[in-house]
């Protein structure tokens, strides 16, 4: 099994920036996944994927202000976050796949809080 652990989140203001790093817990390889968010009372919502051919897609609310990547050589997802909004308040959650030793994986992390301030 991989684990996956998400850091990065807590409290910033409204139009600051903070960067979501999510990382495997073994050697893993061919990343790919995505960054979804869950806002308290709503359904959790695609925040923005990265295919291995590097292909990326985003919500509409984000686009343009989110950018997605990974570093294939410390095996994390990162998501950089600019022009942040109180609408962005969610708990951040990674969704990592690729593949490990054993074969494929398909993970998701615990979350982490992000708190945008008016």
């Known amino acids: 099994q991989v684990q996956v652990a998400e850091s990065g989140g807590g409290l910033v203001q409204t139009g600051g920036s903070l960067r979501l790093s999510c990382a495997a817990s073994?050697?893993?390889?061919?990343?790919?996944g995505g960054w979804y968010r869950q806002a308290p009372g709503k359904q959790r919502e695609l925040v923005a994927r990265i295919t291995i051919g590097d292909d990326t897609n985003y919500g509409d609310s984000v686009k343009g202000r989110f950018t997605i990547s990974r570093n294939n050589a410390k095996k994390t997802l990162l998501l950089q976050m600019n022009s942040l909004k109180p609408e962005d308040t969610a708990v951040y959650y990674c969704?990592?796949?690729?593949?490990?030793?054993?074969?494929?994986?398909?993970?998701w992390g615990q979350g982490t809080q992000v708190t945008v301030s008016s």
């Open positions: 969704n990592l796949r690729g593949i490990y030793s054993a074969g494929g994986f398909d993970s």
């Open positions: 073994r050697s893993i390889f061919s990343i790919n």
